[in-house]
């Protein structure tokens, strides 16, 4: 009995000797241990294989931009803008076997513009050169653009090339009108009279996005020009995106609108300008209206013409950024 | 009397009335630098920024530029009102130039606004336009610090390994063997 324990001792003694050993063998020998262990049971084993095949397909081996730079935006309504792309297509099977009419570009950024119908301006040898004219926009985004060429040889097979990408700028810009704002029948002590011929339409001509809060007013007197010291004072005007209501108190909503302050740019509630092909001319594709009011034209007024000659002030300025 | 003069009055305010505003802006600027495109600047460094000017349409007409935040570390090579005439595009240069004791991190909001100069005449409300850029310049590692970043952030990567499934291998044998001993001793115990 004695004897048969001190067996089962050695016995287990030697079992973890092996197992520590085995353990021990593998943090040194870990490397093709597993690869070996799978061959020795499948016969099969995983090796490295260079593999090169040869077939007719084509490539697309250049993409470059030859044109002007877009780092400061597109151009600014209502001019377009012109890229020249210009790539390079290789098959082994000679450039006289590419489809030319399939030679095409696609640039995408938060749109994609496109021409389907790139232009084969050389060919020799196996090479053939293409030249494609993308039209940007004024309101294409501010951003990475990549630019994707794409052609086919005459058996269908294709080649595309995605490597090439440019920068877009972005551009601020409005223009504004109409050119005269009108308020006829003011007498003095007037109150709440809203411009007859407005709005002031503004109309995004760049790739910017004006927020909400980002389209300003810096207000000025309209000092009489004959006794300066009567005016139409900066604050008796208001501004607001928006119009409508009973024009009497302030149920006119211009006339509750952002209220001028003569020096200070005043940020027009609500008013913003989205990025857009404007000229669709909806009201709100890349548009703004701004409705004023002059809420006080002051009892006190004598006969004389007010306006913003006076040297004390200033054009009133709508500003965006 | 009194309603002939009050009339007159009218008149005359209604005449100033239909004299306002005449004014048609076409007016905007470009960089590549904005809002959610910042410059990014090492200390010691300079960089020329640029902005382009376009007056498309209408008349010609006179920018006056004004940096109104940044300019401790940009100037505009030439502060100059500038003239862009009608179909023009015109490039305005402004340096950044970013002292060497700066601190990597650091963000300066820069500023810089174009406003139409617009003569005010006589019996006019003249309005006039304005275009403001704003980007913030942040301070990065110059490329030789960043590359000596990388290297080092590279080594302790290669300080801590994955578990490969030799470890795991590893792992289940001392298991096993820690089991067995187990075993082995509780066995023993029950024969005693």
Avoid at chain 1, 199 to 214: H, Y
Avoid at chain 2, 28 to 38: D, M, T
Avoid at chain 2, 49 to 74: C, H, W, Y
Wanted: proline share 4%; aromatic share 8%.
């Amino acid at each position: 009995m004695r004897r048969m324990k001190k067996e089962d001792k050695n016995k287990i003694i030697i079992l973890l000797s092996v197992i520590l050993l085995i353990a021990l063998l593998l943090t040194t020998v870990s490397a093709g241990i597993l690869n070996w262990i799978k061959k020795t049971i499948s016969g099969k084993a995983t090796q490295n294989l260079g593999l090169n095949i040869t077939v007719g397909v084509p490539s697309i081996t250049t993409v470059y931009n030859s044109s002007i730079s877009l780092g400061s935006g597109p151009n600014e309504a209502p001019a377009i803008t012109t890229m020249v792309i210009n790539f390079t297509a290789y098959t082994i099977s000679g450039a006289v076997n590419l489809n030319h009419s399939t030679a095409r570009i696609n640039v995408t950024g938060d749109t994609t513009r496109q021409n389907l119908s790139c232009a084969n301006t050389a060919s020799s040898g196996n090479y053939a050169n293409y030249t494609c004219n993308i039209t940007m926009w004024w309101w294409d985004g501010t951003g990475t653009w990549n630019i994707t060429a794409y052609v086919e040889d005459n058996q269908t097979n294709s080649a595309m090339n995605t490597s090439t990408n440019f920068y877009v700028g972005s551009r601020t810009s409005f223009v504004m009108g109409p050119s005269s704002l009108t308020w006829p029948g003011i007498a003095p002590g007037a109150t709440n009279k809203t411009s007859s011929n407005d709005p002031l339409l503004l109309n995004n001509t760049g790739n910017d996005v004006i927020n909400a809060t980002s389209i300003k007013i810096n207000a000025s007197n309209l000092r009489g020009e004959t006794t300066p010291t009567q005016a139409l004072w900066a604050e008796n005007f208001s501004v607001s995106w928006n119009t409508g209501g009973a024009c009497t108190g302030a149920n006119c909503v211009e006339c509750g609108g952002t209220v001028m302050n003569r020096s200070i740019y005043q940020a027009i509630a609500t008013a913003n300008l989205t990025k857009g092909n404007y000229t669709i001319n909806d009201g709100s594709t890349g548009q703004e209206e701004l409705y004023f009011c002059l809420r006080l034209a002051g009892s006190e007024l004598s006969n004389q013409a007010y306006s913003t000659a006076n040297e004390t002030e200033w054009a009133w300025i709508v500003q965006t950024s | 009397m009194i309603t002939n003069k009050y009339c007159q009055r009218i008149g005359i305010l209604t005449l100033f009335i239909i004299l306002l505003s005449s004014y048609v802006s076409a007016f905007g600027v470009g960089s590549a630098y904005h809002k959610e495109y910042p410059l990014k600047i090492s200390p010691g460094e300079t960089k020329e920024v640029i902005f382009n000017l376009q007056n498309p349409v209408g008349t010609d007409i006179t920018a006056r530029p004004s940096l109104t935040k940044g300019s401790e570390i940009m100037q505009l090579t030439d502060s100059k009102d500038i003239a862009v005439p009608v179909g023009s595009s015109i490039d305005v240069k402004a340096m950044v130039s970013i002292p060497s004791d700066t601190k990597i991190g650091d963000i300066y909001p820069v500023e810089i606004t174009f406003t139409t100069v617009t003569r005010s005449e006589s019996g006019a409300f003249a309005l006039g336009s304005s275009v403001g850029r704003d980007f913030n310049v942040i301070i990065v590692p110059t490329p030789k610090e960043e590359k000596k970043l990388e290297e080092e952030k590279a080594k302790l990567t290669e300080q801590k390994p994955g578990v490969s499934g030799t470890t795991y291998i590893i792992g289940a044998l001392i298991l096993i063997a820690i089991i067995l001993a187990i075993l082995f001793i509780t066995k023993k115990k029950k024969r005693k």
